[in-house]
């Protein structure tokens, strides 16, 4: 794959703010040579770092290619796996995300590995397993993207989340209800189903654990209210596991809610990854010919998300627009050397290719931290820069 003899440069040049003697080429190096989670996390924490200082996405993408390979060989809880969800697995995967996170500057939206995301990730980990492993450094990353994303629903959102969690993890269930019920009311209002679920039902134990069985009740009717058939089956499977772990044992009135809104989804199954597209004529891609003279902070392509679904522009060619309904799955986008993932109503940018190649990449059902997954409120816009910036905009 051809990304550019600048992005090269920059990959094998050092950054003295966080390592005077590594380069993200000595860095990858080494990580292949690793096998120890410990050691792999420490080494793709400092190649993320160096990858998000060199502002340029290709460089970030580079990293991303590399750690999505780590990804795929450690033990974790991620849904759909082989065999049960093993809690002692799933630490690793956190210890793993939270060691990364560490390094990485969180007020920033990055189209690979963010921040934020794997704030998230490590607060959703959190609900699942009933405990505060990282929730406080999980807090500190969503708390301060919020803040310098004002325009971003999402990001506001999460951060409620966060404080509901936080009140959870010092016994204060009582304070936890009023800001997940804030962060409840946007995820139905934005059709957030999988948001939804974890919100709700860390919303619904809480209001247990407070003797407040109707309150428990009222927050799974919000979660199934945005269960839909555009919603993934993979939300789903998140909900269903969710509910079995954090509220077992709960009133009937109480699951009644889930119980109805997973019958559509019983003969579901898994979501099998969609085939890929065909692949350009050999040669230069549309945004490979616009690269050179392109600006370092204008978006290379835009994201809209409408009440009807999502809009697609590029800024290497003005003339291009098309859209793109939400549906319960979605393969990739393709488009003059972009490709686009979509999950529900969220966003990310799977690759960026200057040089035609093969063709895009089948359905990920299961999004990873490789790629930053954005959900997107009605009227709100992603924008991805060549530096790998993302900001979301209202309209």
């Not at 590399?66 to 450690?74: G, N, T, V, Y």
């Not at 492993?133 to 959102?157: G, I, L, T």
């Not at 407070?210 to 209210?225: F, N």
């Not at 793109?324 to 966003?347: C, H, K, N």
Request: charged share 25%; proline share 5%; net charge neutral.
């Amino acid at each position: 794959m051809n990304y550019g003899i600048s992005a090269w440069i920059l990959i094998a040049t050092s950054c003295p703010a966080l390592a005077r003697t590594e380069t993200i080429a000595e860095l990858l190096a080494r990580a292949k040579k690793q096998t120890a989670t410990v050691e792999l996390s420490d080494t793709f924490s400092r190649a993320i770092a160096l990858a998000h200082k060199a502002n340029d996405v290709l460089v970030e993408q580079q990293v991303s290619d590399a750690f999505a390979e780590f990804l795929r060989k450690i033990p974790g809880d991620t849904p759909g796996g082989p065999g049960p969800v093993d809690r002692v697995l799933a630490r690793s995967r956190r210890d793993a995300y939270a060691g990364i996170l560490r390094k990485l500057e969180s007020k920033r939206g990055d189209a690979f590995v963010s921040a934020h995301m794997l704030g998230t990730q490590l607060l959703f980990a959190a609900t699942n397993n009933n405990d505060d492993d990282h929730v406080p450094e999980a807090v500190e990353a969503v708390a301060a993207y919020a803040r310098a994303q004002k325009a971003n629903q999402c990001a506001s959102a999460i951060a409620l989340y966060a404080r509901g969690g936080v009140a959870r993890t010092h016994k204060k269930n009582d304070e936890a209800i009023a800001p997940l019920d804030q962060a409840l009311k946007t995820c139905v209002a934005e059709g957030w189903s999988e948001l939804a679920a974890y919100v709700g039902t860390e919303l619904a134990a809480d209001a247990l654990d407070r003797k407040q069985t109707p309150k428990a009740r009222e927050a799974m009717e919000a979660v199934a209210s945005t269960f839909t058939k555009d919603t993934s089956p993979r939300a789903a499977q998140v909900w269903q596991r969710l509910v079995g772990t954090r509220l077992e044992g709960a009133p009937a009135e109480v699951l009644e809610p889930h119980a109805n809104a997973m019958k559509a989804f019983e003969s579901g199954g898994g979501e099998a990854g969609a085939p890929g597209g065909a692949g350009g004529a050999p040669g230069p891609t549309k945004l490979g010919k616009a690269w050179k003279d392109f600006s370092a902070t204008a978006a290379i392509v835009t994201v809209q998300r409408t009440k009807e679904g999502f809009e697609i522009r590029e800024g290497f060619d003005r003339e291009f627009k098309a859209t793109r309904a939400i549906a319960a799955q979605m393969p990739p986008f393709a488009d003059g050397g972009v490709t686009l993932a979509f999950d529900g109503p969220s966003v990310a940018l799977l690759r960026i290719d200057l040089e035609s190649g093969p063709g895009a990449p089948g359905e990920a059902p299961w999004p990873t931290m490789a790629n930053a997954y954005y959900r997107l409120a009605v009227g709100e816009t992603y924008a991805v820069s060549k530096q790998g910036v993302v900001t979301i905009s209202a309209k």
